[in-house]
């Protein structure tokens, strides 16, 4: 079985925080904003989330150290996260958002006299910002392999998924207020097939860096 390669971790980032995933906690706050609101908001988001992410990519031993948390540990159990993650996807239950995520058709109240930028960001810290399962997938990535080139690839690659979000929304934004879950859906839960499988993936590296032995797939993987 071979370590997590370039094309996994750009397909995990983009499951766990990719666009059809984004689009839908966009597409929620874009009831109550105009476009140009919803733009500012977009660009100020993508960047926080960007910076969360570096930072996390370069800094996942010093967290595993910090917690003594072992490599093969943090595998099993994101692989674990990812798996039951992936299976609600697939079955259309969004695990991790607010009990509104699904109503699109209902804006939500005002926000009253706060920065209506400081509220948006605040409503986008868990499903995008700081995503626990994209917190999950950068410090398991990162620490597969102990090289600043590799800290750097994991960032990279969790940066570009961020990047496409971003154009995602600006381009999407006039058609997010009309726009229904459907679409969404359907991308989501082919998305959740394949992170099912990086689940799978993960875990059983976990297995196999703790001395179980593993026989090899007929494909070489």
Same mark, same amino acid.
């Given at each position: 079985m071979s370590a997590i390669n370039l094309s996994t971790v750009f397909v995990t980032f983009f499951a /766990? #925080?990719? %666009? %059809?995933? /984004? =689009? +839908?906690a966009f597409a929620q706050l874009s009831q109550s904003r105009t476009p140009a609101e919803l733009r500012r908001l977009t660009l100020v988001s993508s960047a926080v989330a $960007? *910076? #969360?992410g570096l930072v996390l990519a370069y800094t996942a031993n010093v967290m595993a150290a910090l917690f003594h948390i072992s490599d093969q540990s943090l595998q099993i159990a994101g692989g674990v996260i990812f798996f039951i993650y992936a299976v609600a996807l697939v079955l259309g239950v969004h695990l991790g958002g607010g009990s509104s995520e699904g109503h699109l058709d209902n804006p939500p109240p005002a926000f009253g006299r706060g920065d209506p930028h400081a509220a948006g960001i605040r409503e986008l810290l868990l499903p995008y910002v700081a995503s626990p399962l994209a917190i999950t997938a950068l410090l398991v990535e990162s620490l597969t392999r102990d090289t600043l080139?590799? @800290?750097s690839t994991v960032a990279a690659m969790y940066v570009a998924v961020i990047a496409v979000d971003c154009v995602s929304v600006l381009l999407l934004a006039p =058609? +997010?207020? $009309?726009?229904?879950?459907?679409s969404l859906e359907v991308l989501s839960r082919l998305l959740g097939l394949l992170l099912a499988a990086v689940g799978v993936e993960m875990f059983l590296y976990g297995l196999e860096s703790l001395g179980v @032995? *593993? $026989?090899p797939s007929k494909n070489g993987y």
């Open positions: /766990v #925080v990719g %666009p %059809p995933k /984004v =689009l +839908l $960007a *910076l #969360v080139e590799w @800290h =058609l +997010l207020r $009309a726009s229904r879950r459907t @032995h *593993l $026989a």
